[in-house]
């Protein structure tokens, strides 16, 4: 091919098409109702207002958390600069970001959280906010395994130690993960989805007795047998379908007692196939040695069962000489918190302190 052809071929080749705009998928009505579509709460930095707005009116902006009673678990641990603390359930990371900000300079804070989709946003969280690692580590890990925690470290014990047992936020307002009914989705409710069994699973194989008695002991569900009959050995794939036949079985049963019943059966299941008793109960026996002399430890409750077992725990461990000093009444979220954020109005605050 002459010159000439090619600088035609040249001149004459078509640009390629630029790439189409793509918009963003559209919502049914004015406000987004689904997790997915909430794209300005997933993206605060950007979209400051509409957050605002939804913590004006008392909701918990989607993908966030809210820390509870940090007031009160800053008041019972009484963090200072140069500590060593250990944030066992580390969440969003909003009781970790105050703490730190009270051990500068030069204290440290570990970050324990089993769930293996939260951990690193909110070790990224909070690395945005300038705490390197000589001042802030992560590790995926149950809470029962601190000690091995501190030991990896190369810590004897720690000055502060923080547990919060609730579910946070996040995993209860993405319907992926199966925690709740406000959006359908599979029914899953484990914390670290790659291991262990789904909820689903765990139905499938329970007997009616089984699945009263875990009604009873994690719920304290007053109609935990009259359920576990019509649950058990069922095969339920999503969250909704489950929730239908608890509402079926309570024919008669006021809208209220209802929920409140859908509430309680998906609390009980999450417990059980989290082994979150066992888990905790594992932590109040470490405790003791997993605190310096003097060291705090301050844990936030969201169960009857949980307050029990952490109430008797400090108890004991008073009576031994292990602890100097325990909380001698729970403390509760304030009326403006609980109007503020309704999430934290079943949470009990408890607190010890090392001999």
């Known amino acids: 091919m002459d010159d000439s052809i090619r600088e035609h071929h040249s001149q004459s080749a078509p640009d390629p098409a630029p790439s189409p705009h793509r918009r963003r998928p559209r919502y049914a009505g004015k406000y987004p109702r689904r997790f997915e579509d909430k794209y300005k709460e997933h993206n605060p930095q950007r979209y400051s207002e509409t957050v605002a707005k939804v913590l004006a009116a008392g909701k918990t902006p989607a993908g966030a958390h809210r820390p509870i009673m940090v007031k009160e678990v800053l008041k019972a641990l009484a963090p200072q600069p140069g500590e060593v603390a250990a944030d066992c359930t580390l969440g969003y990371g909003g009781h970790a970001r105050e703490l730190l900000a009270r051990l500068q300079p030069g204290g440290r804070l570990l970050g324990l959280d089993v769930d293996p989709i939260e951990l690193p946003r909110a070790e990224a969280r909070l690395r945005a906010?300038?705490?390197?690692?000589?001042?802030?580590?992560?590790?995926?890990?149950?809470?029962?395994?601190?000690?091995?925690?501190?030991?990896?470290?190369?810590?004897?014990?720690?000055?502060?130690?923080?547990?919060?047992?609730?579910?946070?936020?996040?995993?209860?307002?993405?319907?992926?993960?199966?925690?709740?009914?406000?959006?359908?989705?599979?029914?899953?409710?484990?914390?670290?989805?790659?291991?262990?069994?789904?909820?689903?699973?765990?139905?499938?194989?329970?007997?009616?007795?089984?699945?009263?008695?875990?009604?009873?002991?994690?719920?304290?569900?007053?109609?935990?047998?009259?359920?576990?009959?019509?649950?058990?050995?069922?095969?339920?794939?999503?969250?909704?379908?489950?929730?239908?036949?608890?509402?079926?079985?309570?024919?008669?049963?006021?809208?209220?007692?209802?929920?409140?019943?859908?509430?309680?059966?998906?609390?009980?299941?999450?417990?059980?196939?989290?082994?979150?008793?066992?888990?905790?109960?594992?932590?109040?026996?470490?405790?003791?040695?997993?605190?310096?002399?003097?060291?705090?430890?301050?844990?936030?409750?969201f169960h009857s069962g949980e307050d029990r077992r952490v109430k008797k725990a400090f108890e004991a461990g008073l009576r031994g000489g292990v602890y100097a000093d325990i909380a001698r009444e729970v403390s509760r979220p304030s009326p403006e918190e609980r109007y503020a954020n309704p999430r934290s109005a079943s949470a009990k605050l408890r607190w010890a302190r090392r001999a």
């Open 129 to 301: 906010l300038g705490f390197g690692p000589e001042t802030f580590s992560v590790c995926q890990s149950n809470f029962a395994g601190l000690p091995q925690v501190l030991a990896k470290a190369g810590l004897s014990g720690a000055d502060l130690i923080l547990a919060d047992l609730g579910v946070s936020s996040m995993q209860l307002d993405d319907p992926l993960r199966g925690f709740s009914v406000k959006q359908d989705g599979p029914l899953d409710m484990r914390m670290n989805p790659q291991r262990g069994q789904p909820v689903s699973a765990l139905l499938r194989k329970l007997r009616p007795d089984a699945l009263a008695a875990i009604l009873e002991e994690n719920a304290d569900e007053p109609r935990a047998r009259l359920l576990a009959h019509a649950l058990a050995s069922r095969d339920y794939g999503t969250t909704r379908a489950l929730e239908t036949d608890i509402r079926k079985v309570l024919r008669g049963v006021g809208e209220e007692e209802k929920d409140l019943c859908v509430r309680r059966v998906f609390q009980a299941l999450r417990i059980a196939v989290n082994d979150e008793f066992s888990a905790l109960d594992a932590l109040l026996r470490v405790l003791p040695g997993c605190l310096r002399p003097g060291g705090r430890v301050a844990i936030l409750t």
